[in-house]
């Protein structure tokens, strides 16, 4: 058998909706499973012997991990992975990948875009134009806030929050951050704690990955610190937002206004955010264009490829990146 028939026989595991170019070039190397879900209880006996790489958008559990004992790697499409338990798969010797890099400009431009649509409110101007309020009214009313002497801090300062403040440097904006630990180089302010990155600016914006370090790390205290005229932008994880504190703080004026692609139950969005007048609201589009989400499909496949040819896998997340491959 070549090495080509060999890579055919490979059973993926592609569980619910996925991307198509994916699927495609999955169908071409390998041999497709499919659930309806990523559910443990959906595994089927044949899976259980076949199925040695899961290509998925996140959501894969320690229970479904352990439904497949001759699993080797999961592909996660996109650059968070915190759905996925990388921990348990590293200590069942399971190599866990994800998309970095391909996304990072594409996430950053939509913050940019959703950052000025939240201060000088775009889309309600272009909805005055579009339902005829113009003709009828006038002019569309000034906008209150404007992005001209606005400090911003960013919050998480990995791939897509450096390339968000390399933007915001055109803009003539000063930039400050906090990690979790200091980037060693950079000429931006650090601030060790984010209530002190919040104390310190108007306009905080989270790249902040998701799980259970940064659980509502926005939260009612975060927000007061802010200040009256401040701006949130969050195209991160709605995770880090208690959003039933961020719907009050956006009530009661202790912030002036919101701008959010993600949110903590997707689709769900909660009422009291889409009834607020002063936020600008996103479906999650941060990396939702073609070609991006082509490069990102295109990079998953390609982790599975190399793990299946050469032993090794181009992206390997920080929890499973010392693991080798099975002789």
Known sequence: MTKAEQQQAVAILVPGQFNDHAVGRIDRTFSRAWIERPDASLVTDEMRRTVRGVAAFGGINAALIDALPNLEIIANFGVGYDSVDARHAAQRGVMVTNTPDVLTEEVADTAIGLLINTVRELPRAETWLRDGSWARNGNYPL????????????????????????????????????????????????????????????????????????EKAVNAEILSALGPNGVFVNI?????????????????????????????????????????PNTSLLPHVGSASEHTRRAMADLCVDNLISWFSKGRALTPVPETEKLKARS
Request: charge should be neutral; proline fraction near 5%.
């Open 143 to 214: 906008s209150r806030l404007t992005l001209r002497g606005r400090r911003v801090g960013i919050f998480g300062m990995g791939r897509i929050g450096l390339a968000i403040a390399r933007r915001l440097e055109a803009f003539g904006l000063p930039i400050a951050y906090h990690n979790r630990r200091q980037v060693e180089g950079l000429p931006y302010e650090y601030h060790g704690t984010l209530k002190g990155l919040a104390e310190a600016v108007d306009t905080l914006i989270s790249v902040a990955p998701g799980g259970a370090s940064t």
């Open 236 to 276: 991160g994880r709605g995770s880090t937002v208690d959003e039933a504190a961020l719907a009050a703080a956006l009530a009661g004026d202790t912030i002036a206004a919101a701008g959010l692609d993600v949110f903590a139950d997707e689709p769900n969005v909660p009422p009291a955010l889409l009834a607020a």
